[in-house]
């Protein structure tokens, strides 16, 4: 009985490997000699176990691939095959991308360009867009904790960018040849008329960040260092 499972599960493969259609596969099987006397039966255990053959390699793939299956989509079988990264995978992206992006949970503001963090800001924002992508096709994402999360990440920053990282740009374009002669980054963006606003508002954006970074176990060093300061 296992040497048929094994047999029928090489045919599908086969067929699925190289798109052959099933009837002529089987014709031409049934034109060798050595399986001429059993075509028949071979031929009737796979019309009879088709579908459990297909739902095994289904699970197969499924395993190996980290696959999920999405029902009531146009599909073989009526079902449609989308391989997904897991929540693990996604989260382990998160941390090794954040782990490099200090100043999301620190900012220091007698050394950090202000106009480089608000680009890094800006970076991080759409790599999270692109992780949330990972997620967004499946109807209940918006149940899943590390889609909430990132989407929650997203709405931050957005709103830290709108409120800041035009007005301070347009700022630091017109002033940084004229002034930024001489002085330190501290002094230069002492000047600007919304600094301690702005200033303010990186501690409450590192504070929120945090959070965030505990539950994707990012930035842990830099964590420690806010707690500290």
Request: proline share 0%; charged share 25%.
């Given at each position: ?5 094994v047999?029928i ?5 086969l067929?699925?490997i190289y798109?052959?259609d ?9 034109s060798?000699?050595?399986l001429?006397s059993?075509?028949?039966?071979i031929y009737?255990?796979?019309s ?5 053959v ?6 197969l793939?499924?395993?190996?691939n980290?696959?999920k ?7 073989i ?8 990264e897991t929540?693990?995978?996604?989260k382990?992206k998160v941390k090794q991308?954040?782990d490099s992006?200090r100043?999301l949970?620190?900012f220091d503001?007698?050394k950090?360009?202000i106009d ?5 800001y800006?970076?991080?924002y759409?790599?999270l867009?692109?992780?949330?992508g990972?997620?967004e096709?499946f109807?209940n994402?918006?149940d899943n904790?590390?889609?909430?999360k990132l989407?929650e990440?997203?709405i931050?920053?957005n709103e830290?960018l709108?409120?800041?990282q035009?007005?301070?740009?347009h700022?630091?374009?017109a002033n940084?040849?004229s ?6 980054i501290?002094e230069?963006?002492q000047?600007?008329f919304?600094?301690q ?8 954006l590192n ?9 994707f176990n990012?930035g ?8 500290e300061?």
């Amino acid at each position: 009985m296992m040497s048929v499972i094994v047999f029928i599960s090489l045919i599908i493969t086969l067929i699925v490997i190289y798109k052959c259609d099933l009837t002529t596969f089987i014709e031409l099987l049934c034109s060798l000699e050595p399986l001429h006397s059993n075509s028949k039966l071979i031929y009737s255990l796979i019309s009879d176990h088709i579908v459990l053959v297909v739902f095994g390699f289904v699970g197969l793939f499924l395993k190996i691939n980290h696959a999920k299956i999405c029902l009531n989509k146009i599909s073989i079988l009526g079902l449609t095959i989308e391989v997904k990264e897991t929540d693990k995978e996604v989260k382990n992206k998160v941390k090794q991308f954040l782990d490099s992006k200090r100043t999301l949970f620190f900012f220091d503001k007698e050394k950090d360009n202000i106009d480089d963090v608000l680009q890094s800001y800006y970076e991080i924002y759409k790599f999270l867009r692109e992780c949330m992508g990972d997620f967004e096709k499946f109807d209940n994402a918006d149940d899943n904790q590390c889609y909430v999360k990132l989407k929650e990440m997203i709405i931050c920053l957005n709103e830290f960018l709108t409120n800041y990282q035009s007005d301070y740009r347009h700022w630091y374009k017109a002033n940084v040849d004229s002034e930024y002669n001489g002085i330190t980054i501290h002094e230069f963006q002492q000047k600007y008329f919304k600094y301690q606003e702005l200033c303010n508002a990186f501690e409450e954006l590192n504070a929120q960040m945090i959070i965030y970074g505990e539950f994707f176990n990012a930035g842990n060093s830099w964590r420690k260092k806010e707690n500290e300061a």
